[in-house]
Nanobody
Framework: QLVLVESGGGLVQAGGSLRLSCTAS????????MGWYRQAPGKQRELVAT???????NYADSVKGRFTISRDNAKNTEYLQMNSLKPEDTAVYYC?????????????WGQGTQVTVSS
């Protein structure tokens, strides 16, 4: 059972930056896809960014140019660098791992970390 633990959330002013980390309990070297989702109060969970085994990235339109996803297989950790934060980025951010790729039923989620952006 893969366990994912997020960290790095907090309160930041609009225009500021945060870096989220997601550390896995096991090697992530062979995990086909990892990513970040977020859920704001009263809204559905939405995709923020994904990164594949080969390093291909994908971003929601709302964060393109501001957020960067990366993974460090040696540290069993993926990251989400968030710059130019806006109040609408306020949400609980969840780390996600799909060992056999996106769309496969086997998936793992972290417990979430709160990001609050004040105006």
């Amino acid at each position: 059972q893969l366990v994912l633990v997020e960290s790095g959330g907090g309160l930041v002013q609009a225009g500021g930056s945060l870096r989220l980390s997601c550390t896995a309990s096991e090697s992530i070297f062979e995990i086909q896809a990892m990513g970040w989702y977020r859920q704001a109060p009263g809204k559905q969970r939405e995709l923020v960014a994904t990164i594949t085994y080969g390093g291909t990235t994908n971003y929601a339109d709302s964060v393109k140019g501001r957020f960067t996803i990366s993974r460090d297989n040696a540290k069993n950790t993926e990251y989400l660098q968030m710059n130019s934060l806006k109040p609408e980025d306020t949400a609980v951010y969840y780390c996600y791992a799909a060992p056999y790729g996106l769309g496969h039923p086997l998936e793992y989620w972290g417990q979430g970390t709160q990001v609050t952006v004040s105006s």
